[in-house]
């Protein structure tokens, strides 16, 4: 099983929202490498979801429930989406501040690369990430 880290800005689809839909296609990716870490998940996968710009926190884990197919928004391009389906909310958000605190979390995508939309991270970094936010899945 790998693990990943999706963004979304919670003025456009919050956690809340993605919870009540019972999940989505995570579309409008227009970058080649987070396009390329999508069609990398396999189903079973398990994702953080990062609310980023305003309020910078993990807040939730979703599955991977369908592998990489065509995004059906694009327009033009080779484009790709996932399906994602909640499956359990943080019980504390880890911040951004918290993973920039936590050395173990010092290798992180998000840090690395912090305009990446899809991005991957080892099994001990999602693993951490769970525990600062005292949640297990």
């Not at 389906?85 to 504390?92: E, G, L, Q």
């Not at 998000?110 to 693993?127: I, T």
């Amino acid at each position: 099983m790998n693990h990943w880290l999706v963004k979304q800005e919670p003025e456009k689809y919050p956690w809340a929202q993605f919870v009540k839909d019972k999940g989505t296609y995570w579309d409008g990716v227009r970058n080649y490498q987070a396009r390329n870490n999508l069609r990398a998940m396999r189903e079973g996968d398990l994702v953080l979801f990062y609310h980023s710009v305003s309020e910078k926190a993990v807040v939730g884990v979703a599955k991977v429930t369908r592998e990489a197919y065509a995004d059906p928004t694009a327009k033009e391009g080779d484009w790709s989406v996932v399906d994602l389906k909640p499956i359990k909310a943080m019980a504390t958000p880890v911040t951004l501040a918290q993973i920039k605190a936590e050395p173990k979390l010092a290798g992180m995508g998000l840090l690395k690369q912090s305009r990446l939309s899809v991005s991957p991270l080892s099994a001990a970094e999602f693993k951490r990430v769970l525990q600062l936010g005292k949640t297990k899945v």
